[in-house]
């Protein structure tokens, strides 16, 4: 993928919006990360392969929030969600197309409240690590007392939150990801910016969400409950939800490929879903390929049809067969992308 050249918007109220655009296609929209830096990023080799692995058939638009990375990093910092929904439609009107939202971790609230505002202009919606209310995060003890850190010792804090969103990273890519976040935003900010994190709220928009839309969760997930993304699913008409397994919260950490698989094909970009026609599943299996979209095991699928957990895992492998693809979260995508759910 070659390299990025960074642009700038401007939102509602003349904020400076700094995005980059690299390949071809439509445009898939990723970014509002609550610590983000549109060139630091695009050093991380890991992110750039997470970038590459996503971008191949899209064209990879990311940004930076207003007074964040390079969006004028001296200038005022977008806390409101309303602010951080005008940032993003100011990248989308700058897009000029139809697009596709990638919404991670706070980002996805965001991106939520923009789809269920403009559906017009979303083709389809991926969520990553979401949640409707961020006061669930964690408790309000908990909250305050990394808020109160942050703000006391960004430097100390900065570490405990590398801490949490890589937890299987070594000691030293935890203290670039510290030294990251301080390049990223000042500790002042830092307070500003995980408290939005925590004061979002989209419960009132998910409703109206229209259209199709893939939600993803890591199972151990440190930085925001695993359950906070199922609730996410739950609450959207027709959404697709599709667990992975990992710790890390940062999507281009540890098993970036079965990840980005999910999210290629729900997009329609991976080779089953160019196929022409849909494969033949019998009912049984698309009982089972509806039980593995909603995120059971084997053995849950099992108890809940009242089959043997032997057969659930053979009706599993014969979907994927049949489907064509190497994993339980490929084929909950593609199958929502086909419409055999």
């Known amino acids: 993928m070659p390299g990025q050249v960074v642009r700038f918007t401007g939102d509602p109220a003349d904020r400076p919006v700094a995005w980059a655009a690299v390949g071809t296609g439509p445009p898939l929209v990723v970014g509002g990360w609550w610590c983000g830096h549109l060139e630091l990023d695009w050093r991380n ?28 990093p001296a200038g005022p910092l977008v806390t409101a969600l309303a602010d951080e929904v005008a940032a993003l439609s100011a990248v989308v009107d700058a897009a000029g197309e139809k697009v596709t939202l990638f919404g991670g971790s706070s980002g996805s609230c965001a991106a939520i409240a923009y789809a269920a505002a403009h559906p017009d202009r979303v083709e389809r919606l991926v969520l990553y690590g979401s949640y409707a209310r961020g006061a669930e995060i964690a408790s309000a003890a908990a909250r305050d007392s990394l808020l109160a850190l942050v703000g006391r010792h960004w430097g100390v804090g900065s570490r405990i939150l590398a801490d949490l969103f890589l937890p299987t990273a070594t000691p030293a890519e935890r203290d670039e990801f510290a030294r990251f976040q301080r390049g990223a935003l000042t500790a002042e900010k830092a307070v500003r910016s995980l408290a939005a994190v925590y004061a979002f709220d989209v419960r009132d928009r998910l409703d109206a969400i229209e259209v199709p839309t893939l939600v993803l969760h890591r199972r151990e997930d440190r930085a925001i409950p695993f359950a906070l993304g199922q609730d996410v699913a739950a609450r959207i008409p027709g959404a697709t939800f599709v667990p992975l397994d990992g710790t890390d919260h940062l999507p281009w950490r540890g098993d970036v490929e079965s990840l980005t698989r999910a999210v290629r094909e729900f997009l329609g970009a991976g080779r089953v879903a160019r196929r022409s026609g849909s494969p033949r599943l019998s009912e049984r299996e698309l009982d089972v390929l509806r039980l593995v979209a909603q995120g059971l095991s084997d053995q849950e699928i099992a108890r809940r049809l009242g089959i043997s957990a032997h057969t659930a895992h053979r009706h599993v492998s014969n979907i994927r067969g049949k489907l064509g693809v190497s994993s339980r979260a490929a084929a909950a995508a593609h199958a929502a992308t086909a419409g055999l759910l």
């Open 45 to 72: 080799p890991l992110f750039r392969r997470f970038g590459e692995l996503l971008g191949d058939r899209f064209t990879l638009v990311r940004y930076d929030r207003p007074g964040v990375g390079m969006s004028d």
